[in-house]
């Protein structure tokens, strides 16, 4: 962020994600490219400028549904134990159409400091009477710090999976009536 920085949260009232035109999704090194996922139940809202947010782990989405089976079970999210990943801001900073969001995460029962930066767009009325912004964010977390350990050696004896993964969500909201 610049000099400049403009200190104000993102817009007041009651703001709720639109699940048609929203995602939620993660990639990581693996082996020799990057596999990627998604959550296809997640929400998100903005009530007075903070943002809050959860992933329902039962809904992680893969090319292989053995695989959504395996990110479900106790060497990863462990979806009994853990059903939810959530996230929410402390403080937001913004210049321009440039955003940062500081505050926590909570995977697997372990919450860590996290920044999210990105984008904002809007406030901007819709052709449906509604109105609406959008932010675009990421950032790349170290699974480890989480419990999530997992690993399978190469021949090499490297590990196959990445501890770092990216994490990127494209969220419009929609002010409440």
């Known amino acids: ?39 296809a139940e997640f929400g998100a809202e903005v009530v007075d400028g903070q943002l809050r947010g959860s992933a329902d782990v039962a809904s992680i989405q893969v090319k292989d549904p053995n695989l959504e089976a395996h990110l479900q079970s106790p060497e990863f999210f462990d979806v009994q134990r853990h059903p939810q990943l959530t996230f929410e801001s402390r403080d937001v900073r913004r210049d321009g159409d440039e955003v940062a969001l500081e505050g926590e995460i909570t995977i697997r029962g372990q919450t860590q400091p996290l920044e999210l930066r990105g984008t904002f767009s809007g ?55």
């Open 123 to 177: 406030p901007i009325d819709d052709p449906f009477g509604n109105e609406r912004f959008g932010l675009k964010l990421s950032t790349t977390i170290d699974r480890t710090e989480f419990g999530i350990t997992w690993n399978n050696a190469l021949p090499t004896g490297e590990p196959a999976l990445a501890d770092d993964v990216s994490i990127v969500a494209d969220l419009q909201f929609v002010k409440a009536a």
């Open 1 to 39: 962020m610049s000099t400049t920085e403009i200190r104000q949260a993102l817009p007041t009232g009651t703001w709720s994600t639109d699940p048609v035109h929203s995602d939620l999704g993660f990639s990581i090194d693996y082996i020799a490219g990057t596999f990627h996922g998604t959550f």
